[in-house]
């Protein structure tokens, strides 16, 4: 069987299947909760992809929101971390592990993207090197199984798409964006969009902080600020918009590509779309220059 190994398993989240459900459970029982689920249908999320000690219950609160009821086929857009590319990569792999039950992944949309000419194939090493996808995957296996036993009707129905996002020029989110819609608008496919938002620190290389100009007196205020700001950009699905905030503030959002990539899509999509953010918290609340945070936000993105 070609499988992708769930490598991150074990360091980045709970090996064990009973406690992983568990935790996963906890936390979106408390998101939904505190979050109203919409009762409008759900076309995409955007979750962060950190270990789930920081970022978990941030993500449910995405996750919480989505119905995979009637959904076919999920694909997952994440980012590189540590190798760079232009052509946007897709799995190898026909089978994602998960310790909540394996993926399968859709290899006839893969194939018709690849013939494209705008997708490559992702280097097996290099897909299980990267987390930002892998991090998704227990919680789609979560609201798929819905906690049953591993091998269901529902596993065999939904299919996934996994796709690493690279360093995209503006011409490449267009045309994949122009690849990608065909997918999009139909009524059974979802996307999950994989981002971590701001990384301050001195080992991030990034620490801005402008009190006088945002009137914020406390920096972890400034990185609220500072992503908000790129937030309600995305909310507004102003693209050009997005990369200029991206060029003028430097603002470590490690997803980029896979977001300007979402808002390619929704730009060439005949549904109306609203993004609305549902959550947002940091790692840490920053004091001083010693001091670092990752910014994790979740948001549903609506057809209305």
């Known amino acids: 069987m070609n499988v992708r190994r769930a ?40 979750a962060p992809h950190a270990g789930y000690s920081y970022s978990g219950p941030t993500a449910a609160y995405a996750y919480q929101s989505i119905d995979t009821s009637t959904a076919k086929v999920i694909f997952i857009l994440g980012p590189s971390h540590h190798v760079h590319f232009t052509k946007p990569q ?39 090197d990267e987390h930002s996808i892998e991090m998704q995957l ?29 360093s995209l020029c503006d011409t490449a989110a267009v045309r994949c964006g122009e690849a990608l819609v065909r997918y999009f608008d139909q009524p059974d496919v979802l996307f999950v969009i994989s981002s971590d938002f701001c990384h301050w620190g ?9 009190p006088y100009d945002s009137g914020c007196q406390q920096i972890h205020q400034y990185i ?47 549904l109306n779309i609203a993004i609305r953010f549902v959550h947002y918290t940091q790692s840490s609340a ?11 936000a979740s948001a549903v993105v609506e057809e209305v």
């Open 7 to 46: 490598t991150k398993a074990g360091s980045w989240y709970e090996l064990d299947r009973c406690i992983l459900d568990s935790q996963l459970q906890e936390w979106l029982d408390k998101s939904a909760a505190s979050e109203t689920k919409t009762s409008k249908k759900i076309k995409s999320i955007i």
């Open 90 to 128: 897709i799995t190898s792999a026909d089978t994602l592990e998960t310790p909540l039950g394996n993926l399968t992944v859709n290899t006839a949309i893969r194939d018709q993207l690849l013939h494209t000419g705008l997708f490559e194939v992702c280097n097996r090493e290099v897909d299980e």
């Open 138 to 166: 227990p919680y789609l296996a979560k609201v798929i199984h819905t906690g049953t036993a591993i091998e269901t009707e529902t596993e065999n129905k939904i299919t996934v798409v996994p796709i690493m996002v690279g």
């Open 202 to 210: 001195k080992r991030f290389r990034y620490q801005p902080f402008e």
């Open 224 to 270: 609220s600020h500072l992503d908000k700001q790129g937030m309600t950009l995305i909310e507004a699905k102003d693209r050009e918009g997005f990369v200029s905030y991206l060029e003028s503030t430097r603002n470590t959002i490690c997803g980029r590509y896979p977001i300007i990539l979402l808002l390619a899509i929704i730009e060439k999509s005949c």
């Open 286 to 296: 920053v004091t001083s220059k010693s001091d670092s945070s990752v910014s994790y």
